[in-house]
């Protein structure tokens, strides 16, 4: 009976495509970096309010950073930098301003960060962090 009801839930819950994958490896990847490297504290991973999403939310000393975390390929052509478009930018600036307004007291001093994972098969070849990047 439970071996028929396992068969009948994972034939119903959606299956990842490699680029998910990818980027949950990435964001998995990214926290560990920004914990063990920079010594941050994460606070959040993959927040959500509505349609907007911060893949991770940390605190560096007393400073609050929103971290978009970009999964690329060793092969990409282009850096996951300049792959936010200004779409993903005003998306990322709104979600971040919606969990400004949801906490108290709130901080002084945030900032946003993008860490880039490049990938190669299931682990990181290289990550770079782009700190303070401008998107506010």
Same mark, same amino acid.
Not at 14 to 19: L, Y
């Given at each position: 009976?439970?071996?028929?009801?396992?068969?009948?839930?994972?034939?119903?819950?959606?299956?990842?495509?490699? @680029? @998910?994958? *990818?980027?949950?490896?990435?964001? *998995?990847?990214?926290? *560990?970096?920004?914990?063990?490297?920079? @010594?941050?504290?994460?606070?959040?991973?993959?927040?959500?309010?509505?349609?907007?999403? #911060?893949?991770?939310?940390?605190?560096?000393?007393?400073?609050?950073?929103?971290?978009?975390?970009?999964?690329? $390929?060793?092969?990409?052509?282009?850096?996951?930098?300049?792959?936010?478009?200004?779409?993903?930018?005003?998306?990322?600036?709104?979600?971040?301003?919606?969990?400004?307004?949801? #906490?108290?007291?709130?901080?002084?001093?945030? *900032?946003?960060? #993008?860490?880039?994972?490049?990938?190669?098969?299931?682990?990181?070849?290289?990550?770079?962090?782009? $700190?303070?990047?401008? #998107?506010?």
């Amino acid at each position: 009976m439970f071996n028929f009801l396992k068969k009948i839930f994972f034939s119903l819950s959606p299956r990842r495509t490699p @680029q @998910q994958k *990818r980027g949950q490896l990435g964001e *998995r990847l990214a926290a *560990r970096y920004l914990a063990k490297e920079k @010594q941050m504290k994460i606070l959040e991973k993959n927040w959500k309010e509505g349609r907007h999403e #911060i893949d991770l939310i940390c605190l560096d000393g007393p400073q609050l950073v929103f971290v978009e975390v970009r999964a690329r $390929s060793v092969n990409a052509k282009v850096s996951g930098y300049y792959s936010i478009s200004q779409k993903k930018r005003q998306h990322l600036r709104v979600g971040a301003y919606r969990y400004l307004n949801n #906490i108290r007291p709130r901080p002084r001093h945030y *900032r946003f960060d #993008i860490v880039e994972v490049r990938i190669e098969g299931a682990k990181a070849a290289e990550i770079h962090h782009f $700190s303070n990047a401008d #998107i506010f």
